[in-house]
């Protein structure tokens, strides 16, 4: 009877601690929360983000759970998902859109013990970091394809706001046209909204009766492409390759990739050496990258992009390296000097090249 | 056997307070229809809709947050319509009162004076009513319909939001978004309680359901509102002159949507941003209408409504349910109140067709 | 930069632009006339739209998406009908019920498909006509759809003016009672005015989702409907003023882009507030002397018809 009664407690302390080890597995399994701007969809901003979360997903499989949240206004009402994601569990949590700043910062102060990256910001706090990729190293790059394929000599851009991110896109791209084709310029239509596709198609269809003959935007539909494809112009695609829905007028696309930073950033967190930081990468560190070039592009047009690109990562190249002069003629980068970080954050002025000026 | 649709001799009394309760029930009902065909089980997905955003004391805050600007607009709308006259231009209005506000907190961004959130609520106030006051000018000196022209002017409003805050309102130093500068603390309204995010706005808001009940159950003009909307020749036999119920009428709504434009700003988003309202001046509508155009009742359709938005971002959260759901179930709602209403006025009779004499 | 080819540019996209103003503000014009107000036409598009755009997607059948358009936006217009014909609701409040409902119920159908495109309707190609300089583009290059929106115009104008139902419908909007007292079904025809005014908003829809932009987004008739019920009111209730009028709209919603291209500083959003203040404009102008509204809005518009009141 008694052995019997011993063996009974051994086994249901056996269970016992299966089931403790377990469910701290399961504890251990590290809650990463994704809060999006707009659908997934295809292609664009967000689309790219979750191709990052799945990737990281896959990485640390068995480690991490994730929830996206998508079309979450900025706003009161990204305050109130963040901050539901906070409580239901979620240790990091990546809000994927400049206007989440100030939300962010509210709930981080109310969950000390919690991780937060914000995408494209500039404040930092004890427990919020921020991220951002080197969109302009692609655009320079995309520039040169662009400027090469031009025959009249107008690029088009469909932006979405003038702020400095967009600004220094712009720049890079009318810079590396430019390098190849000194009379190439840029005429950009602002349309006041990151996803309307209705306006995308719209504002590209005006640049193309201008005049553009290659148009690349930064905003976050299909609608560019699909409209150059239509109308037999070129592409240029931002954040995603959108080669499926324009196969002949697609030259490259510049493709944002989260997949390195979000596995880096959640293995951080489970080995406890998450710091805040500004992290801005390019395509050095794998974040930027052009989708494969169309083939009508000629061989030596490529030789230059590889030799750009080479440039770039061995450090001996800068897309914003002087001689620059802004749209007046004035100089505002020397020969032999380059724009800092700090100089570039801040971009809120045209170069040489580019028509029209920047809205107030 | 047939039903046949016939006139009541009187109003029902009874209807008139069921048939708000008729409508949320049948709304309920849907709602379990709709979780069901979306695969989720009903019970889990009732709970995660209707329960769980209020099951703490957040969320409760954040019930009143969401219901505070509706009770408001619901309430001014209410003294219009009841004479029916139809102000479609609330969301407007809150707009022009929230620039009004905005533009008052910005310039006094460096003081720390207690008179500037007085000052934007006046300011508010003002840019609503001048907003409501074009259509009903319009109104009364052209004859010129205001639901259409209150319904332009909320584009306007809008577009011109967006103007000011591309623009001249932007902040210096704000990398160039579409924004104005963050609120001095002088220009936020308190919280009320720790670990809320209740501010004093709700107070502004529940205050202004109890005046307008003042005006609508225990004043003169009150009386004269509810005769006009009833039998407008009786009204105006009685002297009541139908002009200038129109401006109270217009001029209501627009005041309370335009204080309810600064306490979004100086509340929730302690700034200017280019959409302020996730479509609270249509929402307001509906408020006012399954609230029975009473502020009581008003009061309670707020609060259900509020549910509805919070429901919608818990359902999405928990349930993976599409944000759409909300918008599916505030129309369901209004459909199944004015449908309800009908039995206020008729009653349904089973009748045997009339046989042949032989 | 500002040459005839550009202006003819200009000028094809105002066309295309306009169309689903077109189709909506028809609609709804004939639904005005029996003196029923729906203000449900945005609800309406969007259904129209996503459902036209599944129709497509899932069939690459242009027929299907039409009908599918068409049929839902009579749908949702039947639900206004019953609520407002039969259960004699407040037309104001079931209007607007329906435009939120419609923009739920639209941005729910549409989960799946966002940011999916569609090939897009094909220009038609009218051999010898196409090629007229000038006017081969202008007149002659558009889609299937478009045409179909002009064929709407002759159809409308020719049924409300020139044909016994025609005059019929125009006169239980101008008096039901007296039309009652004829003998004419008053509930009936504004059924069918009703739902004709649903068909035709789907279109509008359906011609925005699956050839003009072509994808769908949540909320992409962005205020289009509204502009069609002011449209209405711009063209003081006339089918020739209500396409003069949408191609105008068409065209101001396009001009913001062309103008900044061309450097011109107006700020877009003071071009996107034009048709909203000009129809303000019109419709005082319209009001104020009583001869001039009565010879040109539907007298009972908007008025509860109560059959049991003779």
Known sequence: MRSRKSILTLLISLACVAGLVLTAQAADKLKVGFVYISPIGDAGWTHQHDLGRQAMEKNLAGKVETKYIENVPEGPEAERVIRDLAKSGYDLIFTTSFGYMNPTLKVAKMFPKKYFEHATGYKLAKNVGTYMCRFYEGRYLSGIIAGSMTKSNTLGYVAAFPIPEVIRGINAFTLGARSVNPKAEVKVIWVNSWFDPGKEREATEALISQGADVVTHHTDSTAPVLTAEEKGKYAIAYHSDMSKYGPKAQLTAVMHLYDKFYTKTAQAVLDHTWKPEAVWTGIKEGSIKLAPINPVVPKDVIAKVDQARQGIIDGTFHPFQGPIKDQSGKEVVAAGKHLSDKELLGMNYYVEGVLGSVPK | ?358 | MMDAHLVLQILVAAIAAGTPFVYAALGELVTEKSGVLNLGVEGMMLVGAITGFIAMAKTNSLALAVLAGMGSGAAMAALFGVLTLTLMANQVASGLALTIFGVGLSAFLGLNYTNIALPGVPELHIPLLSDIPVLGPLFFSHDILVYGSIALFVAVSWFLYRTRPGLILRGIGEAPRSAHALGYNVILIRYLAVLFGGAMAGMGGVYLSVAYTPMWVEGMVAGRGWVSLALVVFATWRPARVMAGAYLFGGITIAQFHVQGLGIEIPSQLLSMLPYIATIIVLVFISRDQNTIRLNSPASLGMTYHPENQ
Not at chain 2, 229 to 234: C, I, M, P, V
Request: charged share 10%; with cysteine.
């Open chain 2, 1 to 358: 056997m047939f039903v046949k649709i016939e006139p009541r001799p009187e109003p029902s009394r009874v209807m008139r307070y069921c048939s708000p309760l008729l409508a949320a029930l049948l709304m309920l009902i849907s709602g379990l229809v709709i979780f069901t065909l979306l695969g989720k089980d009903p019970g889990q997905a009732f709970y995660a809709f209707f329960v769980e955003p209020v099951n703490d004391l957040y969320g409760i805050g954040e019930l009143f947050i969401k219901a505070a600007p509706l009770m408001l607009i619901g309430t001014g709308l209410a003294i219009g319509f009841r004479a029916s006259i139809w102000n479609i231009g609330a969301e407007g209005q809150l707009t022009l009162g929230a620039i009004c506000g905005g533009c008052v907190a910005i310039y006094f961004q460096h003081s720390d004076g207690w008179y500037v959130l007085p000052l934007m609520m006046l300011a508010g106030a003002a840019g609503g009513t001048f907003w409501a006051a074009i259509p009903a000018w319009l109104r009364t000196r052209f004859n010129a319909n205001e639901i259409l022209v209150s319904l332009m002017l909320n584009y306007v409003a809008i577009l011109l939001l967006a103007l000011l805050v591309h623009g001249p309102l932007r902040d210096p130093n704000g990398y160039g978004f579409p924004q104005s500068i963050l609120f001095s603390d002088s220009a936020i309204l308190p919280i009320l309680f720790e670990g809320t995010r209740l501010h004093a706005g709700v107070l502004i808001a529940l205050a202004g359901v109890f005046i307008g009940w003042i005006l609508l159950e225990k004043s003169f003009i009150g009386y004269q509102i509810q005769v006009a909307g009833l039998a407008r020749k009786a009204a105006s036999y009685a002297g009541f002159k139908y002009t200038k119920l129109i401006w109270i009428g217009m001029l209501a709504g627009g005041l309370a949507a335009g204080i309810a434009g600064v306490v979004e700003i100086s509340g929730p988003i302690g700034q200017l941003i280019d959409s302020i309202s996730p479509g609270y001046g249509y929402a307001a509508i509906i408020v006012a209408f399954v609230g029975r155009l009473h502020p009581g009742g008003i009061f309670l359709s707020s609060l259900l409504m509020a549910l509805l938005y919070l429901g919608g971002e818990s359902g999405q959260m928990n349930l993976d349910l599409p944000s759409a759901v909300t918008g599916i179930f505030q129309g369901l709602l209004l459909f199944y109140l004015l449908a309800a209403d009908f039995l206020i006025d008729y009653r349904l009779r089973w009748a045997r067709p009339a046989r042949e004499v032989a």
